[in-house]
């Protein structure tokens, strides 16, 4: 089975930035699609963004224009590089992937989570 592991969070000042990154134990070059969520204090679970096999990506309206995903498929990891940071993007950060997309249910996969907290 594929394993995820985030790392990288951590207390930034309003303004300043992180990057997270996601090691997977497979091969993220296949997986249909790889994606970052966040769950902030009593509120549910939000997808931040996704990033397909193909390299598309897709971001939630709220980073838009600060944050970007990536992956380094030779190094098996995704990234999230997050700029201009908000206080309200505190949140803990999970790894995700869907291995073989809509129409094979079933291989979806999550990390641990990694806590980021903006606070000045």
């Known amino acids: 089975q594929v394993q995820l592991v985030e790392s990288g969070g951590g207390l930034v000042q309003p303004g300043g930035s992180l990057r997270l990154s996601c090691a997977a134990s497979?091969?993220?070059?296949?997986?249909?699609?790889m994606g970052w969520y966040r769950q902030a204090p009593g509120n549910e679970r939000e997808l931040v963004a996704t990033i397909r096999s193909g390299d598309n990506t897709n971001y939630a309206d709220s980073v838009k224009g600060r944050f970007t995903i990536s992956k380094d498929n030779r190094k098996n990891t995704m990234y999230l590089q997050m700029n201009d940071l908000k206080p309200e993007d505190t949140a803990v950060y999970y790894c995700?992937?869907?291995?073989?997309?809509?129409?094979?249910?079933?291989?979806?996969?999550w990390g641990q989570g990694t806590q980021v907290t903006v606070s000045s």
């Open positions: 497979g091969s993220t070059a296949s997986f249909y699609v």
């Open positions: 995700n992937t869907d291995l073989y997309g809509p129409g094979y249910p079933g291989y979806v996969y």
